[in-house]
Structures are given as structure tokens and as C-alpha cells.
């Protein structure tokens, strides 16, 4: 019973498993002829001579008929060289010119191989026995070359069994009509993913994807299509049954995970030897919570000073969510504080405990600038300098420094990456290759460029797991410097692209020729680290970036800089690093010091301006949990020009079994891997709706409703959505649908989630449309028919996300409007927004000292409600009371998100620039200056208009101080 589960595990499930056969192979290495037809053994088998045959019938109910193959499988040797698993040698379909004939052979020796059991009734003897000789028919024969083959056996009545049933298969066969031994005929292609080659593609390849690939949704890889109008149906099918198998293979063998942390760091060293303590550079990660939405606990603050902010110590990390911890298209989660308003970034954080150990796993070290001699451009290969920075990581971990040993190093005249890793783990890294590329004088020589080093990791928890092969997870960590100077953003998005295609390693695979090269991109990897003196600066003037480095007490001045950082800048515009993490920074630019000539009061040289030259971005894979834990600069270490920089990785991994995981994957693959128009004409997918109604749509309130599919045919179904028209959007920009396609089995149901979400980017347009709410949504079958899904709903008008002319034309509350145009006359507006007038006024009514009020976050249910009583005219359900701080928290925020929600800035962009040519003002109080840092990057917002030439946010601010007092 063992050996048939084994056979029945390579199948799909249409296939029944008649006849299953042990036997030996009989090859001219084992056998000797004698006389007649007898064959002898001459000595005992061994495990490769050991074959198994299985006689297996597939039934076809639409077409009434059943066709047969032989199957012969070979064992596949554990390490421990003992029989685990079975994997297929030969596939023979039972027609054509197919034969099998059996023999009579004596054998010399007793033994054949294994000990054998003594003969069952109806055996053969032990010193004798049977062969069996198939000759496939070599139309069918997906090896036209092969000779005949011959087996032994002494199991006569299983021999006889199969025999008899290979004949009645055959027969079977010749009784249907247009029987063709051509493998591209009607006939028999349901053996295709048994012998076809692309059984065991690039979905069992132990190189992993290009990471790129998992940052681009699946439905924008897929044929353009569209109603009535099926794409390339044959790729679609080909690329979601690959990615399905995937995942499933992986989720189905997962025995577990397994965490290991890692520190990255980089440093420009300005040519210098080490001279100072680097222990800050290499010591734990801190404690602080690093997130763009985090903010401080405040001490008792008066209004009109916030004074120096205490840095909270938690025991708390934020991790970024993942591509794959969201849907491709969901709608985005709100942000419960009023401060990511000015911080120009969607990245969306989770806050979990952390429990790290200070010393991590692994260091990755990047330098820069190791060797300026002219002398070192000519790619230098000495190692003096990669040992003395070695002596110092080392000296500077203490006694640390001997849990440590160096895995890996490359070194390209100035740039150097260093590898470390714990000894108790040592055993756990393998395949420890490097690479080198040059970016810098006419893109030879090595004053600019990248080093890489990419390695296998193999948790050591895999055996107590009870994995016996176990996967693998590649990391791979670049170090690169691009190209210098403020101007020369083009170059080092240039140097980015060229060191991505030209940093690869250096690999072999085996073809039908022999073992050939085979580069490896750095992208090939679970799990990728680039970091380096980057080179990207700040497109603003240098004395208003010094300026607003100088304002301590301006919580945002990072964020408000960040906003002109070419290196995100260039992610934006996707020039470089798309689709790279980079966690929020939180400290002073790293760029440019210099002792010993004049500085400002910062520390900065008075000749360059202050950037954050030196970076750590990051890529994974979704099987790759990765969670940063800091982002920091060493200020303490003043040695070079630079500062050094560090990040903290936790990186979370699946324990896998690849062999399981690749036997599941090769079945999956067999299950899935041929829909074809002959069997997309049984699909048969039946949806319990094609009408959902959302009922009533409001601003930033999720409804979701729910679609059911179920695979009522016996044939695996894929499937889609594809726009009404070629150059339409599937569907419309307030409702998102996940998943956007799929795969379903036989008799499998699927749940298709349809969520109305309407924010910023759909409520602009909504707010000027009828109310009704009407879509038509396409659900393509691939290789089938097309369902109609219709969708409606109710939108509630919401005083968000309006022009600001337009809310004082309001004849009433905005949701009492039955028609977009029902306002009063253009002449006729009021004096201004009835809701901003309301928010303000409830804020005044009490004169309330509240810590914090427009920096702290709200409770989202109090926002909610006052939101509804400004759209609805309602009264506030809430009285002023200056004890309830989380109220009055909710109202300041309630008024920063209307006014950011606003179509146009309040000041429109075209008149930034001449607002900030004033040049006198009287003192500020500081509560104007308070107002102002808080209110510049909403009442001036540009959106970052590439249009229009940069504005610096400190001559806003400058401007606004004007308009406050």
C-alpha cells in the first residue's frame, strides 16, 4: 500500500493507479544472455536497479472513454542512502505499436539486493523468475530513441495483473475512433504534464525569483484583455498556475519559521585608518520605536513653548508591513495622528514587541573611500587597509569579538564589504560568493562603483524540525558608492541601474551539453541589503537647510527636508531604487563634516551642504519576514568627514523541506499545469450573485461585500478581471476587489472580496457626480466565458475633499445636497466655510490648554462622529469641557484633515513663490512659530508640482509667520 500512495502522489487525481509492480531493472551492467529467452542475474541489485511499474488509467466522462500509460519509476537515495521517495523514469501511453511480453529467467545468485521475502503462493521460486519487456511505441514514446526495456520480478501474479491489464487498456484504446499516436493530438494529453519538460520549470529552481517581480501586482503582468476581448489566454493560464503552485507548495511544506538578526552598517571612511572606538557604529539595536506616524510622549508644555521633546524609550518596534501583508489594491489604512499630514510618506507601520539580542547574528559592513591614493583608481588588490578596518571591528565589539568570525569579504579599490557572522552559526551559511563592478571615471575604474556578497542561509533549528532537506534562504547585501556633487543626480541614478545589471555572480547549470555558465543578478535573492554612500542631496538652497536643521523644536524639519531628497525623489519618479524600503529617518544628515575648517554651529563644512549621503534600503520576498528595528547615525564618530550609519534587521524565515516542498509542488504543477481549450469547454464556474449592492458609501468607511465562486466541473479553473473597455480601469478608483484573479480546482469554492473605500484620490469626484453609485464588473473564466458582475450604491457627500470655494457656496449641511450643482450663486458666497467656522469655534469656546493639541493622535470614533456632524449639520453630541483632552485632540485633528483634504492648498501653488519674497517681519510670538511649523505644509501645499520650480519650506514658513501675527 506504501508504494502505491508513493505512485499516487506523482498523479493528478483523474488518473486511478490499476497495477503496481515491483521489479529490477535488467541492464546489460546486471544481466548476461543464455540460451533461449532466459536472462541471468549475474549480481545482486542494488537500489539504482530497483523500478517500480504502475499501470494507470485515466477515464474521460465527457468523452465516454479511457486511455492507459505504464508508468516506471526509480527510487530517489536519501543522504543516509536509503529508499525515500519516487520519482517517474518513463512514461509509455498503451497504444499504437505499444507491446509487453513476459519471460521465464533463472538467476546464479540468490540475493537481489534487499533481503527478499519468501515466495507467495503462486511465486516463482527463489532461484528463479520472470521478466517483463515493454516496447513503447515510438510515436507515443516521449524518448523516440529508447530501446526496449526489460524487468525482473518473481511476483507472478502481480506480472500476470499487469500484463492483462496493459491488454485491456490497449484495447480500450483501439475501440475509440481517430485513435493518433501523435503526442499533439486529442488523444492522450493528459499524460503531457508527465512528460513534458516544463514539469519541473523554474517553479523547482533553487535560484529564486528576480525580487522585482513581487512588487509588480500579478494582474499587471497578465495579456491586455478586456469584455469580449480575451488576451494571450494560453500565458495568463501558464503564469497564475505558476504563481499558485508556488504558493501552495510553500504554505503546504512550511514547517515552521526561524529568525536571525542582522546589523547593517556603512561608512565613508574619507581614506582614513581607523583611529576611533567604532562600538557605537557596532553596538545593539535601540529601543526607540522608529516610524513616521511615531510620536514622543510630551512633558507638561505650555502652547506657546514646546521646548525640548523627551525621546520615549519603548519596548516596541514598528515593522513595515509587506507586499504581500496587504492587498494589491486594498484601500490604504488610516493614520491615527495628525503629524504624517507633512511627512510625505505611505509607508504603513505595525508596532510588536522585540526581544533582541544586542549582538546580532550577522554583520553586514559597507565602507567607502577606503583607499583615495591615486595610485588605488588602478583596482588596487591590496589588504591592508580591509585588515586594519577588520583589527578595529573586532577590538571595538570587546570580548564580543570572540563569538565572531569574518564569513566573507570584497574589496574594490575603495569600496569594501565585510561579512560576520556568529561561530555557533557558522555551519548554518554556504554558497559564499562575491562580486565586483566598477562606476567611476569613464565607468572603469574604481573609485566609484559596488561590491556585493551573497550567501545560503539554513536555520540550524531545520533538523530539530525534523527536516532533512532543508531550504535554503539566499540574502545577498550590496555596498555601493555612486557618483558625487549636487548636480549630478542623473549620473547616480545611471550608476544605480548599471551596477544592477552588471553586479552578478557567478554560477553553473547542468543542460544537455554539460555544465554552462550561469550569472546570478543580485535581485535573485529572498532577501536584499543595499547600502552605501549614495551620493543624493537635497534640492534646496544651503542656507535654508542649515536654517531649518537649526529649529530643534520643530518636530517635522526632517520630514520637511526629506521632501527635496533626490534619492526619494528619484524612487517617486521611478528612476532608481523602485520598489525599495527605506525606513523613516530620524536623524541629522550624515554629509558633509569636516574638521578643522570653518564649520557652522552644526558642525557642517561651510562649503557643501548637508545631505543624507549615506543609506540602507532594503527588498524581500514575501516568504522573507523582514523587520526593521533602527535606523541610526553614530554623531559620536568624528573621524571622517561622513558619519557612519547602522540598521537593525530582524529577518524571519520558513523552515522548508525542499524535497517535500518540490513533490508538492511537481503534483500541484500536474493538477494545474495544462488547461487547455479542450478542457476549458467543461469548466463550469457558478457565482451565487452578479448584483451586490454597497448601500451607503461614506468617505474613509470601508464596506465590503463578498462573491462566491465554486469550480462545479471537473477540470481546474482560472480566472480574472478585465476591464469594460481596452482603455478603461477594471474597475472604479473607490472600490478595490482582492483577489484580481485566481485558480480553483475541481469543486473548490473561492471568496472574491469587493470593498467600497472612498479617500482623497476618489472623493474629489465623487463629491461633484450624482450620488448613485453604478459599476460593471467583468470576471473573465481564461479559455472560457465572461460573467457580468453589477454593482451599486448609495455615496454620502462629504465636506471633505472639496475646493474651498465651493464649501462657502454650500446652501446647507453637504449631505442634505440631492444634486452636486444644487449651491448658491457664485456671487453670493458666504464669508466662510460654515464646517471650518464650527470646528474653530468649538476650539475657542473654552480657550482650552491642551498638551499636544494638533501633534498628538486622536481616537478615530471621536474624529468619526465629529466628521458626520460637519457633513450631516448636526450639533456636536460633544460640549466643551476643557478636562476631556481626547476630545479636543479630535477636533484639532478633525480641522488639520479638512484642510489637508482640500482639492487646492489654501494659498494656491502659483503664489508660493512670490508670497516668500518678503524680507522683513516683526518678531514672532512662539506660538505663531508653533502654528506655523504645524500649519506650512498644509495651508502651502505643493504636492511636489515638477512643473513648477521648488519652493523651500522655510520661506513658507517665513511667510505664514507674517500672516499669523
Not at 115 to 124: F, K, T, Y
Not at 383 to 410: I, N, P, Q
Amino acid at each position: 500500500m506504501a508504494v502505491e500512495e508513493a505512485i499516487q502522489a506523482l498523479l493528478r487525481s483523474s488518473e486511478e493507479v490499476k497495477v503496481v509492480l515491483e521489479t529490477v531493472n535488467i541492464s546489460p551492467s546486471t544481466t548476461t544472455t543464455t540460451t533461449g529467452k532466459a536472462l541471468e542475474l549475474r549480481d545482486p541489485p542494488d537500489l539504482h536497479h530497483r523500478r517500480v511499474l504502475a499501470v494507470v488509467s485515466h477515464r474521460d466522462d465527457w468523452k465516454g472513454s479511457e486511455e492507459g500509460s505504464i508508468f516506471i519509476c526509480k527510487y530517489k537515495a536519501s543522504t543516509h542512502g536509503t529508499p525515500k521517495e519516487l520519482e517517474t523514469q518513463h512514461v509509455f501511453p498503451i497504444a499504437g505499436n505499444f507491446s509487453i511480453s513476459m519471460a521465464q529467467v533463472r538467476r546464479r545468485t540468490i540475493d537481489l539486493g534487499a533481503q527478499q521475502p519468501r515466495p507467495a503462493a503462486g511465486a516463482a521460486p527463489a532461484n528463479s523468475g520472470f521478466s517483463l519487456t515493454i516496447k513503447p511505441d515510438r510515436g507515443l514514446d516521449a524518448e523516440p530513441d529508447s530501446a526496449n526495456l526489460t524487468y525482473f520480478t518473481n511476483d507472478v501474479q502481480l506480472l500476470r495483473a499487469t500484463v492483462h491489464e496493459c491488454k485491456r487498456l490497449k484495447e480500450a484504446t483501439e475501440l475509440g475512433e481517430g485513435v493518433s499516436i501523435s503526442q499533439s493530438s486529442p488523444r492522450f494529453r493528459w499524460l503531457l504534464p508527465y512528460t513534458s519538460q516544463q514539469s519541473s520549470i523554474h517553479i523547482l529552481s533553487s535560484i529564486p525569483q528576480d525580487l522585482r517581480f513581487f512588487y509588480q501586482p500579478l494582474h499587471n503582468r497578465l495579456s491586455p484583455a478586456s469584455a469580449g476581448l480575451s488576451g494571450d489566454d494560453a500565458a495568463d493560464i501558464a503564469l497564475i498556475s505558476e504563481t499558485w503552485v508556488l504558493s501552495k507548495a510553500r504554505e503546504m511544506s512550511r514547517k515552521g519559521r526561524s529568525r536571525i538578526s542582522v546589523r547593517i552598517g556603512t561608512f565613508n571612511v574619507n581614506g582614513k585608518l581607523p583611529s576611533q572606538d567604532l562600538s557605537t557604529w557596532l553596538s545593539g539595536p535601540v529601543k526607540t520605536p522608529i516610524s513616521p506616524i511615531s510620536i514622543p510622549p510630551l512633558k507638561k508644555l505650555s502652547p506657546l513653548s514646546l521646548g525640548e521633546v523627551e525621546v520615549a524609550r519603548s519596548s516596541f518596534y514598528f515593522r513595515k508591513k509587506s507586499p504581500d501583508s496587504k492587498s494589491e489594491n486594498s484601500p490604504p489604512s488610516q493614520i491615527n495622528s495628525s503629524s504624517a499630514l507633512s511627512d510625505g510618506t505611505n509607508d504603513v507601520f505595525e508596532a510588536e514587541p522585540v526581544d533582541v539580542d544586542p549582538f546580532p547574528d550577522i554583520f553586514a559592513l559597507g565602507f567607502q573611500e577606503l583607499d583615495l591614493s591615486t595610485e588605488a583608481l588602478l583596482y588596487s588588490t591590496s589588504s591592508v587597509r580591509e585588515d586594519a578596518w577588520c583589527t578595529a571591528v573586532f577590538a571595538s565589539l570587546g570580548e564580543k569579538g570572540a563569538m565572531y568570525e569574518k564569513l566573507a569579504s570584497k574589496q574594490l579599490v575603495g569600496m569594501l564589504i565585510i561579512i560576520m557572522v556568529k561561530k555557533s552559526l557558522r555551519s548554518c551559511f554556504s554558497d559564499i560568493t562575491t562580486s565586483a563592478a566598477g562606476a567611476g571615471i569613464l565607468g572603469v575604474l574604481g573609485n566609484k562603483g559596488g561590491t556585493a556578497v551573497r550567501l545560503k542561509f539554513t536555520p540550524e533549528s531545520s533538523g530539530k524540525a525534523g527536516i532533512e532537506t532543508p531550504g535554503p534562504t539566499i540574502l545577498t547585501f550590496v555596498n555601493a558608492h555612486l557618483a558625487a556633487f549636487d548636480d549630478m543626480v542623473d549620473k547616480r541614478n545611471s550608476d544605480f541601474q548599471d551596477l544592477s545589471r552588471r553586479l552578478s555572480f557567478d554560477s553553473e547549470v547542468m543542460d544537455s551539453t554539460g555544465l554552462v555558465p550561469l550569472p546570478i543578478s543580485v535581485y535573485e535573492s529572498d532577501a536584499l541589503f543595499w547600502m552605501g554612500d549614495l551620493n543624493y542631496r537635497i534640492d534646496l538652497p544651503d542656507n535654508d537647510i542649515r536654517a531649518i536643521l537649526r529649529f530643534h523644536n520643530w518636530e517635522g524639519r526632517y520630514a520637511s527636508l526629506l521632501r527635496f531628497d533626490q534619492l526619494k525623489k528619484s524612487i517617486r519618479n521611478k528612476q532608481a531604487f523602485v520598489e525599495f524600503s527605506e525606513n523613516h529617518i530620524n536623524h541629522i544628515p550624515t554629509y558633509r563634516f569636516s574638521p578643522g575648517v570653518p564649520t557652522d554651529g552644526l558642525g557642517y563644512d561651510l562649503k557643501r551642504k548637508p545631505a543624507w549621503t549615506d543609506r540602507i534600503l532594503y527588498m524581500n520576498a514575501p516568504s522573507v519576514s523582514l523587520q526593521q528595528l533602527s535606523y541610526t547615525a553614530q554623531p559620536q564618530i568624528t573621524m571622517s568627514d561622513h558619519r557612519p550609519v547602522a540598521a537593525d534587521f530582524l529577518v524571519e524565515v520558513d523552515l522548508i523541506d525542499k524535497d517535500l516542498h518540490d513533490n508538492i509542488a511537481r503534483r500541484l504543477f500536474r493538477e494545474v499545469g495544462y488547461i487547455d481549450e479542450e478542457s476549458s469547454e467543461r469548466t463550469s464556474i457558478k457565482l451565487d450573485t452578479t448584483s451586490l449592492d454597497f448601500g451607503q458609501v461614506m468617505y474613509r468607511k470601508e464596506v465590503s461585500r463578498t462573491v462566491r465562486l465554486q469550480n462545479n466541473s471537473k477540470v481546474p479553473c482560472a480566472y480574472r478581471f478585465v476591464p469594460l473597455e481596452p482603455t478603461s480601469e477594471i474597475h472604479p478608483q473607490w472600490m478595490s476587489i482582492t483577489p484580481m484573479h485566481g485558480l480553483i480546482l475541481p469543486s473548490e469554492v473561492a471568496l472574491i472580496t469587493l470593498t467600497a473605500y472612498v479617500d482623497n484620490n476618489s472623493a474629489p469626484t465623487l463629491n461633484l457626480s450624482p450620488k448613485t453609485l453604478e459599476a460593471t464588473l467583468i470576471l473573465h473564466t481564461i479559455l472560457g466565458k465572461d460573467h457580468f458582475i453589477s454593482v451599486t450604491g448609495e455615496y454620502q457627500y462629504t465636506c471633505f475633499s472639496n475646493e474651498l470655494s465651493r464649501l462657502t457656496r454650500l446652501p446647507g449641511p453637504i449631505r442634505s445636497l440631492t444634486s452636486p450643482s444644487d449651491l448658491r450663486p457664485e456671487n453670493h458666497p458666504l464669508n466662510a466655510p460654515r464646517e471650518i467656522m464650527r470646528l474653530v469655534n468649538w476650539m475657542m469656546s473654552e480657550h482650552a490648554s491642551i498638551d499636544g493639541l494638533f501633534i498628538l493622535p486622536a481616537k478615530e470614533d471621536i474624529v468619526d462622529t465629529i466628521r458626520e456632524c460637519l457633513d450631516t449639520g448636526e450639533e456636536f453630541p460633544i460640549i466643551p469641557n476643557e478636562a476631556d483632552t481626547e476630545v479636543h485632540l479630535a477636533f484639532a485633528v478633525v480641522l488639520l484633515r479638512l484642510l489637508d483634504s482640500l482639492v487646492e492648498p489654501i494659498v494656491p501653488v502659483s503664489l508660493h513663490s512670490k508670497c516668500t519674497q518678503m524680507t522683513s517681519r516683526d518678531e514672532a510670538f512662539e506660538v505663531c512659530d508653533l502654528l506655523t511649523n504645524i500649519f506650512t505644509p498644509i495651508l502651502l501645499r505643493d504636492d511636489l508640482d515638477s512643473s513648477l520650480p521648488p519652493v523651500s519650506p522655510l520661506a513658507k514658513r517665513d511667510f505664514l509667520m507674517y500672516f499669523i501675527s
